[in-house]
């Protein structure tokens, strides 16, 4: 099934649902990537990294309630992010703020661009107190496309979100999980933790014609420096 086919083919579907789910349940289920899901192509005889089971994040390691409000916080003011890097996967991009289409859901960066990031602005921008979101396609029907290699990140490699005020915040990974869309943990992937957080956010686990990926890969990361 070609890209376009399966974009009519999420349209059509999105056309015959009878009921919009209410935003208070879209807000922690945003980024399921409804678009992001549907819009891989998965056409390739080897498919993404993958998440391994070590590299989910680590309850033990997150700060404590008392520790997190006791310590100096390292937080940003707002300011719109125009650029990712994320060195270990070679990640190189421009990011396009999107919101959600027509029918709640978020809008993921236009397909044309491979090489194109989005950042949700229904979140705060990162470095700000609270969970920023940035996601991409795995991949189009040309080929791999910017978070292709998003699985393949390990706890301790740095994104660095690059922002319109000059300044680049700087995230150590702690966590990359992949999630079966049909339970996806929302208020535990977008809920704040109360200190500036990031999550980047791609197509993961299994694919099939029908219904494209089956699941999306999340990288968890902190904020731990500005440049």
Avoid at 70 to 99: E, F, M, W
Avoid at 107 to 125: I, K, Q, R, S, Y
Avoid at 201 to 211: K, L, P, R, V
Wanted: proline residues 9%; aromatic residues 8%; neutral net charge.
């Amino acid at each position: 099934m070609s890209v376009s086919e399966r974009f009519r083919f999420a349209e059509e579907e999105r056309a015959t649902r009878k009921k919009r789910a209410p935003w208070g349940v879209i807000a922690l289920v945003l980024l399921t990537g409804l678009a992001l899901i549907r819009n891989g192509s998965g056409e390739f005889d080897v498919g993404p990294p993958q998440p391994a089971t070590a590299a989910a994040p680590d309850p033990s390691s997150a700060p404590s309630p008392s520790a997190a409000s006791a310590a100096p916080q390292l937080v940003l003011s707002r300011s719109v992010p125009d650029r990712i890097r994320i060195p270990v996967i070679q990640v190189d991009a421009p990011i396009t703020p999107v919101g959600v289409d027509e029918d709640g859901w978020i809008a993921a960066p236009p397909p044309e661009n491979p090489n194109l990031a989005g950042w949700f602005t229904g979140a705060v921008t990162p470095g700000e107190k609270g969970t920023a979101i940035i996601d991409g396609h795995v991949d189009n029907a040309a080929g791999p496309a910017v978070f292709y290699g998003l699985g393949a990140v390990q706890k301790g490699n740095r994104v660095e979100v690059h922002r319109q005020d000059g300044k680049t915040a700087v995230f150590e990974v702690y966590g990359v999980e992949v999630f079966k869309k049909e339970n996806f943990p929302g208020d535990r992937v977008y809920g704040s933790k109360g200190t500036p957080e990031l999550r980047v956010i791609t197509c993961g686990g299994g694919y099939n014609e029908a219904t494209g990926y089956q699941g999306n890969v999340v990288v968890f990361a902190r904020l731990v420096g500005v440049r």
